[in-house]
């Protein structure tokens, strides 16, 4: 979910002190060689050049029970609409939301709002695609205050209306049961 832009730059900066690396998901990086502290500097200063800073492996681990809890509720418990998300956050990882946010903006090159968008958005096709719920009821399962408040969001994070997203899935569902017939 780490920024694709982000992804080019520190391949790019790291290319250039020779290291072999694999990047993670969340940000992470795994250099293959053992690099000194001079070395690790010099990444930092050559990545906080280019707006990106290091981050320690403690901030990361918190940044991705942040994204673990955040899609846990989001795609598999019906909680999302009781929780103050900021509290629950709070109490679930013990550090204050503030901390948390600002941490998670760092990691993810987004907001923990705008992670939570993009996420329901991601679970609102799904519903949409599976044809049980109406809107209303997806707006409700989904915390939105209103049908119109769903439609503007998905159509803010999808550029479609729900309706055009779903005529798109039946007509793929079409073509995928001429060509089994």
Not at 76 to 90: A, V
Request: aromatic share 8%; glycine share 4%.
């Amino acid at each position: 979910m780490v920024n694709t832009h982000y992804k080019s730059v520190v391949k790019k900066e790291l290319n250039k002190f020779g290291l072999h690396f694999i990047i993670a998901d969340l940000g992470a990086v795994d250099i293959m060689e053992n690099i000194t502290e001079e070395q690790r500097e010099q990444i930092r200063i050559a990545l906080l050049k280019s707006g990106l800073e290091l981050m320690d492996a403690k901030k990361a681990e918190l940044v991705e029970k942040v994204t673990d809890i955040i899609t846990e509720m989001i795609h598999h418990t019906d909680e999302l609409y009781k929780t103050n998300l900021p509290d629950y956050l709070s109490k679930k990882l013990d550090y204050d939301y503030t901390y948390l946010a600002s941490i998670f903006s760092e990691g993810h090159g987004t907001t923990i709002e705008e992670f939570i968008n993009y996420q329901k958005i991601e679970r609102i096709k799904e519903l949409i695609i599976y044809d049980e719920l109406t809107l209303t009821e997806i707006a409700r399962k989904m915390d939105y205050s209103s049908v119109g408040h769903l439609y503007s969001q998905f159509k803010k994070v999808t550029g479609l209306t729900t309706s055009h997203f779903k005529n798109l899935n039946n007509k793929r569902r079409i073509l995928v049961e001429e060509v089994r017939d």
